[in-house]
Nanobody
Framework: QVQLVESGGGLVQAGGSPRLSCAAS????????MGWFRQAPGKEREFVAA????????YYGDSVKGRFTISRDTAKNTVYLQMNNMKPEDTAVYYC?????????????????WGQGTQVTVSS
């Protein structure tokens, strides 16, 4: 089992630059990918970013490419999401996720463990 705990959400102004963190615990040695998804009210869960735990593969959703940066600290078993130039449409619950098996890094079904989510609200 892998446990994930997100932090860093809250209310931000448009144009702001918050950073989310996700700390993993448990069988972290089994992780091969970590990622972020988000879900706005009435919408499907959307892929935001993912990183290969080796660090040699980084992927972004089209809506955040060029504004968000995913990174990881293997010593702390923590993944970060630096979000810049925030827009009201970025408002959502952001979920951290981890994969220990096999699957697509772009789809929610490709991951095995999920955090509880953290709300990010962008005011205009």
């Amino acid at each position: 089992q892998v446990q994930l705990v997100e932090s860093g959400g809250g209310l931000v102004q448009a144009g702001g630059s918050p950073r989310l963190s996700c700390a993993a615990s448990g069988r972290t040695s089994s992780m091969n990918f970590m990622g972020w998804f988000r879900q706005a009210p009435g919408k499907e869960r959307e892929f935001v970013a993912a990183i290969n735990w080796r660090g040699d593969g980084i992927y972004y959703g089209d809506s955040v490419k060029g504004r968000f940066t995913i990174s990881r600290d293997t010593a702390k078993n923590t993944v970060y999401l630096q979000m810049n130039n925030m827009k009201p449409e970025d408002t959502a619950v952001y979920y951290c996720t981890a994969r220990v098996g096999y699957g697509s890094q772009f789809t929610a079904t490709g991951y095995d463990y999920w955090g509880q989510g953290t709300q990010v609200t962008v005011s205009s």
